[in-house]
């Protein structure tokens, strides 16, 4: 054995936590990703930061910013980062990984409580999900697939449409009247205001004609987690967003006292680079997310293998194979 002394090496639980921070911005995120709580990633980066004896974030709300100090040690130690992630997915099999980005309400109401139908079509697919409402650059952070809102146009991706959202009032069953009148609803009713997106209200009121409600008493809210929860908890009227919302309709906790078939003009779609091929496990997961928004005719045509799709193409074609 050498008599080699070892430089200690930091706490690896703080410098993954400090490492995934500094990458998505926000310990909420890096705390999703990591499977933590945000205070504990917070704990963590300041065990690193006490270890290390400097700054390195500065706090501005509920984002951080590196400092000087801080990205230098960043771009220091990504590298490692990555040749460890390259390392076992070498021994581990990285053809059966596949990693994908969706917006975080998206992640927790629709996707999550299908994980065990994915899981049984797919066993052999190890997904790894990173919840997120940032906007990833797939390439640089090699994320294979990404569900994005949007109008499904964005430089350099493909993106397959998955479903519409709509966007409605909810509540809990027996609040209002079974003939509520929604413009004298909206006047009396205490209702629930996404931060994110405060003209809900008003838009859904103009789309139908009537006086858009007055907000100062509205409960303000951030996530359609949040909306949900406490409207299901009868504290008021808020916008629900299909799909999201679909469980909480199915199983009886909230009701549309005013219908479900208001369309939001946006839509959620399944996106990934248009260059380089995607690998068969995230074809696989493409097709199964399809799949499962619009059956399995679709899923076949759009991540059908290139190569079977080009002599599909070729056979519908008039004029036959060139």
């Known amino acids: 054995m050498s008599d080699e002394k070892l430089f200690p090496l930091p706490p690896l639980h703080a410098l993954r936590s400090f490492h995934a921070a500094a ?64 390392a076992t997915e070498a021994l581990a099999g990285p053809c059966c990984r596949v990693s994908l980005t969706l917006p975080t309400s998206l992640a927790t109401l629709w996707l999550i409580p299908r994980l065990a139908q994915l899981e049984a079509a797919l066993p052999e697919v190890n997904l790894q999900m990173v919840p997120s ?29 998955l479903f519409d959202e709509q966007a409605f009032p909810v509540c809990r069953p027996g609040l209002l009247p079974g003939d509520a009148n929604p413009e004298t609803a909206l006047a009396q009713a205490r209702l629930i205001v996404s ?78 680079p248009e260059t380089g091929e995607l690998s068969v496990p995230a074809r696989r997961v493409a097709r199964w997310l399809v799949d499962v928004s619009k059956g399995e005719e679709a899923a076949e045509q759009l991540f059908a293998h290139p190569q079977r799709r080009r002599a599909d193409d070729a056979q519908r074609s008039p004029e036959g194979p060139h």
């Open 23 to 86: 990458r998505f911005g926000r310990f909420r995120e890096a705390a999703a990703a990591l499977g933590l709580s945000e205070s504990a990633v917070s704990h963590q980066v300041r065990k690193l930061e006490d270890y290390l004896g400097v700054r390195l974030f500065e706090r501005a709300g509920n984002a951080v910013r590196l400092t000087l100090a801080g990205q230098a040690y960043f771009d220091d130690i990504d590298p490692a980062f990555s040749e460890i992630r390259r």
């Open 133 to 161: 409402n940032r906007v990833f650059d797939l390439r640089r952070e090699q994320i294979d697939l990404a569900i994005r809102h949007g109008e499904g146009r964005w430089n350099g991706y493909t993106a397959s449409h």
């Open 195 to 272: 931060a994110g997106h405060r003209e809900e209200w008003r838009e859904w009121a103009q789309a139908h004609g009537i006086e858009p409600p007055q907000l100062e008493n509205a409960l303000v809210l951030d996530g359609s987690e949040q909306i949900l929860l406490a409207a299901g908890e009868g504290l008021g009227l808020g916008i629900g967003r299909r799909p999201m919302v679909d469980w909480w309709l199915v199983e009886g906790r909230l009701v549309a006292p005013f219908g479900s078939a208001d369309e939001s003009g946006c839509a959620y779609y399944l996106v990934y």
